[in-house]
């Protein structure tokens, strides 16, 4: 089985912030689908990970999601850094983020409480249990940023999106 991992801004560090409706997150989803489905058609991917945060995390679940009708042999992971990962969130966030729980095949639970670390173990968690990584990453200092570096110390397959350009580079 091959997996993929997600990572990327929050949508305070995307260009359009926090409005899907904006064109560049459309594109944006428009191409995070057409890489999620090169995964499964090109290279196999049968897993993906998501880190469940706010932002890309969140498009690339439901962009999985919505392609199981199609993959039907695809699973979707949640990896959960801490049980209180949403709890700060509003309404309409968390209610979006336990739809997505309760579609994944499976969930992991790095820790039930929140510590400084709990983002860095879960997204440790998602590079070592991947053999590629989808980021979309404008290339600036961020925890995306500190999940790729990790991606490449650990060779792992990276392909990441530019949220600025749209630019996809393959390392």
């Known amino acids: 089985m091959k997996t993929c991992a997600f990572t990327g801004h929050r949508p305070q560090h995307l260009p359009f912030g926090m409005n899907e409706n904006d064109e560049r997150c459309i594109k944006l989803k428009e191409e995070l689908k057409e890489q999620i489905i090169n995964l499964i058609e090109a290279e196999n991917v049968t897993h993906f990970i998501t880190g469940m945060a706010l932002g ?6 439901e962009i999985v999601l919505d392609l199981k009708a199609r993959y039907p042999s695809i ?5 959960i850094p801490c049980e209180t990962q949403a709890v700060k969130w509003s ?3 968390r209610e979006r983020y336990y739809d997505i729980a309760a579609q994944c095949d499976k969930e992991t639970m790095l ?4 510590s400084p670390d709990c983002m860095d173990k879960r997204n440790r968690y998602m590079v070592d249990h991947a053999d590629y990584i989808l980021a979309v990453w404008n290339g600036c200092p961020s925890g995306t940023g500190n999940t790729v570096r990790y991606a490449h110390k650990k ?4 392909i990441v999106i530019n949220p600025d350009s749209l630019d996809v580079t393959r390392e």
């Open 56 to 61: 890309v995390d969140l498009y690339a679940a």
């Open 75 to 79: 699973t979707l992971e949640s990896a």
């Open 91 to 93: 309404a309409a966030q």
């Open 111 to 114: 820790q039930c409480h929140y």
């Open 155 to 158: 060779g792992k397959s990276i």
